[in-house]
Structure formats: C-alpha cells, structure tokens
C-alpha cells in the first residue's frame, strides 16, 4: 500500500497526497528513505531537498527543516518553510541571498549575525534546488 504523505507548514497546508511509493529526506544525520510499511519514527528535518516519488514522477521540495514523522503508512512533514522545487523565484532568492551576505558584512548585533546566516542558508538551499531542477528538466534559468 502505497503511503500517504502530508507536508505542514505554520502558515498553511502545501501538500497532502495519496499513492507515494517513496520519500527522501534531509535528515539530521543524513538523508532518510522511505518506502510503505517502514517502521514508524520521528526525527528532525535539516534544510534541504524533499523528494516524492509517485510512480515515473518527482515531486521536488525545499524545506527548511523542521520534523519528520513516519507512520506506518503516512509521512508527515512538519516544516518551518517548504516550497515546491518548480515555484522557487530565483530572483527573489538572488535577492533573499545578497541581502543576507550584506547583513552579515554589517555584523550589528549576534542575533542579526544569526539571522541572516539562516537567511543566507535559506536562499543557498533555494538557488541549489532551483539549479538541480533546471538541470533535470533541461530548463532555461528565469
């Protein structure tokens, strides 16, 4: 039985979908694969790619971490941000990027300096996914 898997964000739900034969994920410790009837578990997400496989498609996600939960035939995802991989603005995250490399040049406080390292983190693992798509799929970059 194929699984079912729900990714959560605290604004909205992105996804909730049936039929998946596979998920990959970026776990702490390294990227998690499941497939259905897998043992249930919880651990958090890092920053990263997050793949549904549904017969010959991929659904490509980015999160930004957050908890990953498996049950025995339902993964949830309960991230701090996520995206479709095909709805990444790559010139907002252009943007998103320098404003962060900027704001850590500045230094102004260590709570900004934290800051805008996450930010920059965030838009790195946008730009990464973006191009990993446009390789897979043979697209021009917008």
Known sequence: MPLTVEIVTV??????ESGIDEVIAPGIDGQLAVLPQHAAFMTMLAPGELILKKGAEEH??????GFFEVLKDKVVVLADAAERADEID???AEEARERARLAIERRE????????????QRAMIRLR??????????????
Do not use: C, M, P
């Open 11 to 16: 604004e909205r739900k992105v996804l909730e």
């Open 60 to 65: 490509v996600f980015v999160v930004t971490g």
């Open 90 to 92: 790559v010139t907002r």
């Open 109 to 120: 406080s260590t709570e900004d300096l934290a800051l805008a390292a996450a930010a920059l």
């Open 129 to 142: 996914i973006a191009d990993n798509r446009r390789r897979r799929t043979g697209q021009v970059r917008r």
